[in-house]
């Protein structure tokens, strides 16, 4: 009999990415312990802390491999392949997501040179934390399996309740970390008392088998299933910052160091978002089983609503700009999940694409905002406000006008991929039947130039003070200033050009379909 | 100097293409001249085309744009003296953008471009303009935006309409051929039509949406009050006769007497502000919207008369008014204020300027023989074939033109020389030099050439506005 491989060569080869970050972070947390016995006088002398920097360097080559390992992946264009007895599927949608979540790693990691530093939170655990919760994202976006779903999502739940609390000397990243924390938890309880009604119900715990199982018109036990889709709905509601599930957000995002809030909102995002839709697209069956569809379409509209609303409105208020890139950040997500409503109803072969579409361009305009964000000033309340931007033009033109474009594009004002994302969206909610949805979200988006709007003011047209306060482009730090530049680059490529990328989001969508209706 | 060479190319650029353009082709068979390179598949899964073209209706504005441009750049040599790279910056992206409004036949495209102008316009009057700029510009850009996205939500729902009959495009040939065969219910036709009609009534701007106007005109620096007044407003009036009406004929001619009527209080209501107003600025500004009523009133009369010469007051309210606030800019910058109390004999000052303010006085009345008179009688006599009552209003918007303008030069250039001018202030204050002159003669030489030889321009712009009225199905009359 042949003896059971739990670690088959090709499946090995097909997770590297995976194997790359995990290593990657690994190293570095060993490395740092040498590092430290090198220079054993205390933390406070030069010498320490001059040697950090092999850290970054360390991370930056493992998140490359990781980012090689991928695009290989891309390029190869394999048909869709399972591995690890079905846990993970490797399509191009899995893919796609994936490299997004690698990017958003990289912009982070690059982002650490010179901001650790200058907060005192060069330490090797802080790349561990990041390369694991890294690692385990990519998994998510992976996930074949309802097992693997919730462990992978707990996992970097769990690197990422640390990361937020890193800073644990101020009592706000403490906080908002519980808060995470505790929440997480809670929210973690209902996902995986829903994955296994699911499983109750299908008899399987395979994504794809189910999703052919269903397709094929077998029995299922209804409520059951329906119990599964509304329990795990809670789950990754919470981790994608839906209302009414939102509430940890805004704490969690201030309380956090700014390099972290900009990882979380963007990678956590991003792989949350992917497991929904695969869990959405493959599950929902009209006509095998057009309840499922109709709770989880309903369902999902009101939780698109109440997002977007609620986001933008309290975005209008607030007097700290980390925590109305908070705000900002869910009320991306309501137009996500306008896309999700849309997918769901619509019976267009690439139904679901803009989501997919929506989440690079997401990526790089919110990273990049919280990455400028992050490299001026230091992690204090002070330096986080709109007036702290004062007059940012005269003294620093060139992130000015960077994130003049960020903000331009979270915005959607046309020739940015912002725009492209949104118009997307609400075309496909239209052609869907759906108008008063992409209506809510046309003037939702009024609201939202208001408060994008406010810093480009405060920037360009507000005088600074007597002293500019952060004056001088070198004030920023320059992982930073590069990541910015890079991202607004995207953006605007993007925003000119955005054929390409929308093909690739429509034959991502088109793979994870394929186990839908084969 | 970059940025005054790359505009006069392009305006050189356009003046080649009024020699190409071919008058006697007939609009059945191309509706567009120029169109290429076009590239119809630039966003294949959205179904959007980067596809441009002119016709006689745009070529003009077109035109002016490019006109305006450097002459905008040239005005603001000495007067903008911050941060003048993003100054430039901003004008050029902002050319960009009108140009492409303009000239694109690609309903996302024209969106695209329509967007494009409003940031730029936006840092234009934060940045630049005076006192109570970022006011102004917020204003502006809130009322803008919420027109445009309105416009957004309408533009997207005409396309669903069409790919529910498989006939799903955004280019504009497409989408009136589509119509055609798959028309709107009318009650659609009135909500799409209140759509697009916000957002261009507000640009143009049509009462009672006009209260950004006066604000965003007198904050902002000289160039930006130029290419508003001159180009920007006629966007609205351009959106009318490209878009909202072609694709909602219905509903248009639905809604003239509620639009005609808008347009007469806008005429009235506008000169009446202009007597009372205590700033240069804003007095011109409130007397834009007189004008843009009337270009208002001419399309909506539906006559070839009417709208042949709402079209070309568009073009002479784009040279008059942007020469009238050239020339406030000028002698603001002189003066440092607005105030019309502190002017008066400016004329014994600077007698050359007060010359030339006059003739672009009388034009913006409507003397005959300036170009002003031909835009205003054509759009009179096209409203008068069809609604008498209308006529006579909006002609005595004519009579109140003349009494504020008239009022306005005799306050500001006759009279004795305002007391308060000291002798210092006063020496300060010198007449036209020469690259004034420069800019200005232009458009000199264009009212009094579009004032005495008018079918120049109508010549062209007649098969296209012909064309229009078959085409649509609106009561030509």
Known sequence: MDKFNPFPLEDVLKILPVIALFVTGTVVLIIDLFLRSWNSPGPSSTAFKSNKWILSALSILGTGFACLFAFQGFSSGEASSTAFSGAIRFDLFSNTTTCIILLGTMLTVVTTVGYLRRNDMEHGEFYALLFYAAGAMVLLAESNNLIMVFLSLETFSLAVYVLTAYTRDTQRSVEGALKYFVLGGVSSGFLLLGLVFLFGATGSIRLDVIGEAIAAGQDIDLSLFLAGLGLSLVGFGFKIGAFPFHSWIPDAYEGAPTLVTGFMSVTVKAAAVAALTRFALVLTNVENIPEAQAYLTETIWWLAVGTMIFGNLVALVQSSVKRMLAYSAISHTGYILIGLVAALESNSPARGAPIVFYLLPYTLMTFGAFAILSGLGRESTEDETFDSFRGMSKSNPFLAFVMLLFMVSLAGIPPTAGFWGKFYLFQEAVKAGHWPLALIGILTSIISMYYYLRLVIVMYMQPSGDESRWSGAFHCSWGAGLVAAVAAAGIVAIGLLPGRLLEISVDSIKSVLEIASP | ?477
């Open chain 2, 1 to 477: 100097m970059f940025s005054l060479l790359s505009t006069l190319t392009t305006f050189g650029i356009s003046v080649v293409l009024l020699a190409q353009f071919n008058r006697d082709l007939d609009p059945k068979l191309t509706l567009f001249q120029f169109s290429q390179p076009t590239v119809d598949a630039w966003i294949p899964t959205l179904g959007i085309g980067y596809r441009i073209g002119i016709d006689g209706i745009s070529l003009f504005l077109v035109l002016l744009t490019t006109l305006l441009m450097p002459i905008a750049i040239l005005a603001s040599w000495t007067s903008v003296k911050e941060r003048v790279r993003e100054f430039h910056i901003a004008i050029l992206f902002l050319e960009t953008g009108m140009i492409g409004v303009f000239a694109a036949t690609d309903l996302a495209l024209f969106y695209i471009f329509w967007e494009v102008m409003l940031i730029p316009m936006v840092l234009l009057i934060g940045i630049w303009g005076s006192t109570r700029r970022i006011y102004a510009a917020v204003k502006f850009f809130v009322y803008t935006m919420v027109g445009s996205l309105l416009m957004f939500f309408a533009i997207l729902y005409l396309y669903f309409h069409l790919s529910k009959h498989g006939q799903a495009t955004f280019g504009l040939q497409g989408i009136y051929e589509g119509l055609k065969v798959h028309p709107l219910s009318l009650t659609e036709q009135t909500f799409l039509f209140f759509a697009f009609a916000l957002s261009f009534a507000i640009k143009v701007p049509l009462f009672p949406l006009h209260t950004w106007l006066p604000d965003a005109h007198t904050e902002a620096p000289t160039a930006g009050s130029v290419i508003l007044a001159g180009v920007l407003l006629k966007m609205g009036a351009y959106g009318f006769i490209r878009f909202a009406i072609p694709f909602f004929p219905d509903a248009a001619l639905a809604a003239v007497p509620w639009i005609s009527w808008l347009a007469i209080i806008s005429i009235i209501y506008g000169a009446l502000m202009c007597l009372v107003q205590e700033d240069f600025k804003k007095l011109i500004a409130y007397s834009s919207v007189s004008h843009l009523g009337f270009v208002m009133l001419g399309i909506f009369a539906f006559t070839q008369r009417g709208v042949v010469g709402s079209v070309f007051q568009m073009l002479s309210h784009g040279v008059s008014t942007g020469a009238l606030f050239l020339l406030i800019g000028i002698i603001y910058e002189r003066t440092h204020t607005r105030r019309i109390a502190d002017y008066g004999g400016y004329a014994k000052v600077v007698p050359r300027f007060s010359v030339i303010f006059f003739i672009v006085l009388l034009a913006s009345i409507g003397l005959p023989s300036l170009c002003g008179f031909v835009g205003e009688f054509l759009i009179l006599q096209g409203t008068f074939e069809v609604n008498r009552t209308y006529a006579v209003l909006a002609a005595s918007g004519v009579v109140l033109g003349a009494l504020y303008m008239l009022n306005l030069y005799q306050r500001v250039m006759l009279g004795k020389v305002n007391p308060k001018l000291s002798s210092e202030a006063r020496a300060k204050i010198t007449d036209l030099n020469f690259r004034e002159w420069v800019y200005l003669t232009p458009l000199l030489i264009l009212i009094v050439v579009m004032g005495l030889r008018s079918p120049w321009f109508t010549d062209l712009i007649e098969p296209s506005v012909t064309h229009w009225f078959s085409e649509f199905g609106l009561a030509g009359k």
